[in-house]
């Protein structure tokens, strides 16, 4: 079972960036899409980008254009480059993964944007 390690949250001023990674614990090749997710207080969680096997690049509306995701598959790490923050983006994100007929799930990283 793979599992995944979030890093890079923290609390960052509007208009600020920051850039999440997932990490791991195998070959990342072997899964045929990874992504992000995310959950604000209150809210559903909600899908914010995935990255395909075949390098096909999804976003949410409300992201596209602010943020990029990529990934390295040597590092086996997923990342998620945030910009130009908004209060808004204020949640927990969630990597997530896809593998044959399961679904892997990170613990998650706090992002929050406040000045």
């Known amino acids: 079972q793979v599992q995944f390690v979030e890093s890079g949250g923290g609390l960052v001023q509007p208009g600020g960036s920051l850039r999440l990674s997932c990490a791991a614990s195998e070959s990342i090749s072997s899964l045929y899409a990874m992504g992000w997710y995310r959950q604000a207080p209150g809210k559903q969680r909600e899908f914010v980008a995935q990255?395909?096997?075949?390098?096909?690049?999804y976003y949410a509306d409300s992201v596209k254009g602010r943020f990029t995701i990529s990934s390295d598959n040597a590092k086996n790490t997923v990342y998620l480059q945030m910009n130009s923050l908004k209060p808004e983006d204020t949640a927990v994100y969630y990597c997530?993964?896809?593998?044959?007929?399961?679904?892997?799930w990170g613990q998650g990283t706090q992002v929050t944007v406040s000045s």
């Open positions: 990255l395909t096997s075949d390098t096909m690049k």
């Open positions: 997530n993964g896809h593998g044959g007929s399961d679904t892997y």
